[in-house]
């Protein structure tokens, strides 16, 4: 007698029961990875700034020429400059521009990152946490007014710029010291790491 095949596959109950559990885990998952997103938005922001400025740094002692940053609160931008001429409010000449923040349409970084403190209630200084916020300008640099100039010695004028994200309460600041040691901060509860 010919032995009976065995029948291979799932039922439909084993098919629906296996649907149910990866609905119920994406339901549990979906809002955790929607709260995560504004930080890692911020975070991507930051590290972009880090880099740019990094790369100026380079730039300038590479070229034998001052290379700057301009930041500008209003645009809500900044553009990096590969030869500054050291009169300019603004970059002259400059080689690009890195958009970071528009008020709704931005495409790099969604609506939401832009320059600010957030719950940051002390400045990211070198000294010491010991200077409260300043409430004016959410970029420290001065001499000349929020741009950072790197010279061709790889030194350059000590300021921050602070980032935040309107869903967010973590804010980072990106600076330099005049050493021109590139820094990336975060705001941990009450101080920088």
């Excluded at 070229?63 to 400059?81: E, G, L, M, P």
């Excluded at 521009?97 to 939401?112: P, R």
């Excluded at 061709?152 to 300021?159: F, I, S």
Aim: aromatic share 10%; net charge negative; hydrophobic share 40%.
């Amino acid at each position: 007698m010919l032995s009976q095949k065995e029948n291979s596959g799932f039922t439909l109950i084993e098919v629906m029961i296996v649907v149910v559990i990866i609905a119920l885990m994406a339901a549990i998952g979906a809002p955790t990875i929607s709260t995560l997103m504004p930080d890692m938005y911020l975070k991507d922001a930051a590290r972009t700034l880090y880099t740019n400025m990094q790369q100026a740094k380079i730039q300038a002692v590479k070229n034998n020429r001052s290379t700057a940053i301009s930041f500008n609160t209003a645009a809500d931008n900044y553009t990096v400059c590969d030869d500054w001429d050291g009169v300019a409010a603004v970059c002259v000449g400059a080689t690009r521009t890195v958009q970071f923040i528009t008020v709704v349409t931005d495409k790099d970084y969604k609506s939401g990152v832009g320059y600010g403190y957030g719950s940051a209630t002390l400045q990211a200084n070198a000294a010491a946490d010991t200077f409260p916020m300043a409430t004016d300008d959410s970029v420290s640099y001065t001499g000349p007014d929020n741009i950072v100039v790197f010279t061709p010695q790889g030194m350059g004028n000590p300021g921050y710029v602070y980032l935040d994200h309107v869903n967010n309460t973590t804010t980072y600041a990106v600076g330099n010291s005049s050493s021109g040691m590139i820094k990336l901060l975060k705001w941990v509860g009450g101080g920088w790491q």
